[in-house]
């Protein structure tokens, strides 16, 4: 059994990880898993009761019994690097509070893995999504709907869960929506012509009332929008276009951030679209071939 004072010394981090650092209620999900998940094993692994006291004393070779553990039991090494991370971060917050030397944990490194880089639909793919997408449904306000949601998700480059959390209040839909994204961070996010004629076009043609904090997208007993919903739509239609399986809603994302770059568009400025916290996630979802940047180097660069 897991110390209560353990306990509580995970609840007061995973407070520190949502006030402070602006975590997710999704991320501090994860973070406790993680978590409880290593604790579990050292409890296991040591025959005792998980106290303060043990935890800090962990070795490394305690350490890779875990990981030994965790990739004997198939979590894969990207999970794996996810939940030791998790484990750091407790840990270094703990050590500090506690006053223990941190090193046995915070050396270890994490497994290598492959990052799978995303893969943008072509232009003309996007939009042939988009036109195949209405042929799905036999409602018209269903079909409307749902050129609507993948219009939005290329057009302003949303995540779904962002898309799907607009509500009755957005319409009509402005020139800039102000989204709230992971941790809470807002940012702004100008919306295209052609997304607000399709989230028009649906509105007019929903039987559900729109109005209010009610959610914008409805399924078909008025509820809100499933995200499976969307994607079995998807689906369907990258089939019948013979497009490949990352024919995601999330690869419309991808598909936005590298349509706008190879159009010139900055990389900052992209980032501020997406709403990430770091650069280096901003190039991960864009994808421009050599000859590409060397047009824009070309173009950037001073000559003598």
Known sequence: MIAPQLTHALA???DHCRALNG???NTITAYRGDVMGFLAFMQTHHGDQVGLGPIARITTGDMRAW???ERGR???ARSLARSLSAVKTFYRWLSDREGFEPTAVLSIRAPKFTKKLPR????DAARAMIDRVECQATEPWVAARDVAVVTVLY???LRISEALGLTGRALPLPDILRIKGKGG??????VIPAARAAVDAYARLCPHDLTGNAPLFRGIRGGPLNPRAVQKVMELSRLQLGLPASATPHALRHSFATHLLTAGGDLRTI???LGHASLSTTQAYTSVDSVRLMEVYDAAHPRA
């Not at 961070?185 to 100008?190: G, L």
């Open 74 to 76: 198939g979590v894969g």
């Open 271 to 273: 980032q501020e679209l």
């Open 185 to 190: 961070k807002e940012r702004i996010v100008p």
């Open 12 to 14: 007061g981090w995973l």
């Open 67 to 69: 990981m030994a553990h």
């Open 23 to 25: 975590a997710s209620e």
């Open 155 to 157: 057009g302003c480059g």
């Open 120 to 123: 943008p639909l072509e232009i």
